[in-house]
Structures are given as C-alpha cells and as structure tokens.
C-alpha cells in the first residue's frame, strides 16, 4: 500500500515541473554531492528553495523523471515507520527501472516527522545517491540539532526573510538600469520594505488585515511549536511577555537581569536561568539575532550586554503597537538584517560601546573591515554629530577607515578629523 502512495507521490510531483515561484537571491548547490539542509524561520520560504534548485537543474537538461520529491507532512504518512523507508527506493525504481538511482536528485520535505529519518539519509547517502535535499520545521529539528544528527555530513544554506532586492522582485518592481524616474517608486518601496513584513507569503498577500493575522499566526506558532513544544518549555504567557520585551528593546543592549526584575516585580514566577535560556531558544528558532559588545577581551565580550535583532519588522509590528518614532529602530534592523545576510562564514558583526556608540563593527577574523552607523535622518545637528562621534571613536580603536552612515534617502561625503565617511541611501545600499 505505501509504496503505490509513493509512486502516486512521486508522479504528482513531477508533473507539477516547472514550478511556478519567484526567484530567490541564494540559489541552492545542485551538484555538490552532499547532503544539503535548508535551515530559516518557519515559513520564509524553505520548501521553495527547493523547487527553485528543480527548476535550475531541469534547465540545465536534467529530466523530470530524475527528480524524487517527497513531503513527508501528508497525513498518509502519519504512521510511516523507517522500516517503510526502503519502500520509497523500491517505488522509484519501479516508476523508473532505467534510471540508476545514483543519478537522482532526491528532496524530502519535512522528513523530520518520521521517528529515526536520520539513519535512512545517512544510509542512502553513503550507498546509493549523493544528491539529498532536506529541509523541515524548526518545531521538529533545528538546524543545530540537524547538524548533530546527520554526523557532519551536511552543507547548511541559511533561508531568510526577502531581502530588499527581492522585495522589489516579489512587488514587480525593476531594481536593473534604475533611471531617475524609477528611484522615486524604489523610495516608496523601501519605505515599506522598512515598515511592514518580508515573509514571501506577506508580500504577496495584499489584504493588510489578512497580513496582520498571518504575522501574528506566525508568531504564535513560533512560540507555541517551535519553542514551547520543542524545548517542553512552561510558562507559556510569561515566554510571550519575555518575548514582547526583547522586541520592545530592539536594537539596544539588553539586560536580561532588568527583565527578570521587571517580571519578578509583577509577581510573575520564573526563574532568571530560565530567561536566559528562552533567550537562546528564541534565537535558535530564528525569531531573534544577537550580536555581542566589540572587545578584544572574550571576558567583557561575555559579560557585556547583547543587542537583539527581529528576523522581521512585520513581526515585531504585529505583536508590538506600532510607535511614529519607529522608523530609525526599524532601519537599524533591516540594516543588521542586510548584514547577517550577506556575511561570510568568517565575519563577526558586533557593536562598539565607550564614550559613544557605533551600531555595526564588521570584522574578518580580528580584522575590522566596516563601520556602521544607521539613522533615519541626519536633518538634526545633534543626530549627525552623534552619528560621527561614534564613528571615529570607533575607527580610533579599531583601526578601521571604512566608515558608513545609512540613511533613508541621504546621500553625502563627509571628511572630519582625517576619516572620510559615507554617508548612503538605504534603498541603494541594500541593492549592491
């Protein structure tokens, strides 16, 4: 019985090729003879990173037929034991007797919720196909525990939220030979990309209500499955609070110890190690990022206080109200956002603290090489000497020269104290 399921699986999904989705800026290796994983936030697009690497190889001359996709979420599947597991092979070479099995791309969705999944990849990967996709929900298997799993054998690809390039992709909006009449609906749309969510499925909806129960759908979910469930977490309504608090603080150092007293004093009971691990928790469920105080001294590094950025400002927008003085906070965060994106495995991104404060320090190994501010405006005197300040103490104790100021729609070049700093559009900045 299951394997004429898998047969029947198999076939429906290959007549659905070529998928019809929206190119993403990460493409997927196709043929780096490894397990490849796909980690993220739930529902930022995961399972059509996959469809995409489909596509890619069925224009490179790839046949359907090579292509073995099976989602493991399908409720006849509820009950599949790994003892089932070899039926999937069984099935295949059936439907395609010709085809060795060697030469197929096999990509399984949600495979995580099959007790013992790990042993059948494994097996088939070291017997039978070098080509393995796999990708699930944070709920079941994290990245980290992913990794743990499958022995060192898989490459990780990180799945984001949409940039703003692909924001402007998913809205049909050109970001290729911009003429001056087009950096006005680009302006526009950053303004929004700043304001609202960058979850594919956000974007696309275009009912603002309907988005505003998606979003906190979303959020709850991430709560109650991936961290409550996952961790067999209690305290479900004090999690939330913590949680509320964090996104509150954006982009500033956050002191965990302050939130406990804060909870403590309400006459809430939790306890303080228990905050600092739901700390961790969030973050490995990727609702957050942290980025810890520039030092040289791993001491302070420790003991300094973390800043806390939201995977996205819808999400933050839909559990938090909404303040007018936002728009700064926000910024900084999609700017970290761009960052976190684009870092290469070697780069650290911290932030600077003495006299005054500098947002990002980017560093190759102990190398800095940028420094970041971020502001909405520089229109105040006091904003733009504050933003500079902490720029060139900065670049004193760092040594660094590459200093940036992003802006919404401020474009300058401002030469003080024998540093040139660049001050840039958002919009443009993130488009490179």
């Known amino acids: ?127 039978y196909c070098k080509n393995i996709f796999v990708c699930g929900s944070n709920a079941t298997m994290l990245s980290t525990e992913l990794a743990s799993v499958l022995r060192g054998y898989p490459l990780e690809f990180p799945t984001t939220t949409l940039s703003f390039k692909e924001f402007c992709r998913f809205s049909g909006i050109s970001t290729t030979d911009v003429l001056e009449q087009d950096k006005a609906r680009l302006r526009i749309a950053f303004k929004e990309y700043n304001s609202s969510s960058s979850f594919p499925e956000i974007v696309l909806t275009k009912n603002k ?87 040289k001294s791993i001491i302070k590094e420790q003991q300094s206080l973390d800043k806390y950025y939201c995977v996205d400002n819808g999400i933050r927008n839909a559990v938090l109200l909404p303040q007018s003085n936002d728009e700064g906070k926000l910024l900084e965060n999609n700017v970290f956002l761009h960052l976190n994106r684009n870092r290469q495995p070697y780069e650290k991104i911290t932030y600077f603290k003495e006299n005054c404060e500098c947002d990002f320090v980017v560093q190759h190994d102990d190398l800095v090489t940028q420094l970041i501010q971020v502001t909405w405006t520089m229109a105040d005197p006091a904003t733009k000497e504050r933003e500079i300040n902490g720029l060139l103490e900065a670049a004193k104790v760092t040594g660094c020269a590459n200093l940036t100021i992003v802006t919404f729609d401020e474009e300058s070049t401002i030469t003080t104290d024998g540093y040139t700093i660049h001050t840039v559009p958002a919009w443009k900045w993130m488009l490179k």
């Open 209 to 295: 209500s309907e988005q505003l129960k998606l979003l906190q759908g979303y959020f709850n979910t991430m709560i109650l499955k991936d961290l409550v469930e996952h961790y067999n977490t209690k305290n479900i309504e004090v999690v939330k609070y913590f949680t509320k608090r964090i996104l509150a603080n954006l982009s500033k150092p956050t002191s965990i110890n302050a939130i406990y007293n804060d909870i403590k004093s309400q006459g809430l009971k939790v306890g303080k190690n228990d905050l600092y691990l739901w700390a961790n928790y969030l973050c490995n469920i990727f609702l957050f990022s942290r980025i810890s105080k520039y030092t």
């Open 1 to 127: 019985m299951k394997k004429e399921l898998f047969k029947s699986l198999i076939a429906l999904k290959q007549s659905e090729i070529p998928f019809d989705v929206i190119e993403r800026d990460l493409e997927l290796p196709i043929n780096r003879k490894k397990i490849i994983t796909i980690p993220g936030v739930r529902r930022c697009g995961k399972s059509t990173m996959m469809e995409i690497a489909i596509n890619h190889l069925v224009k490179d001359g790839v046949s359907k037929e090579r292509i073995l996709w099976l989602g493991f979420d399908d409720e006849r599947l509820t009950d599949l034991s790994t003892d089932e597991f070899d039926e999937i092979i069984s099935a295949y070479m059936e439907l395609f007797p010709n085809i060795p099995i060697k030469d197929v791309y096999m990509f399984f969705d949600e495979i995580q919720l099959v007790k013992n999944w790990e042993y059948f990849v494994l097996r088939l990967y070291k017997s």
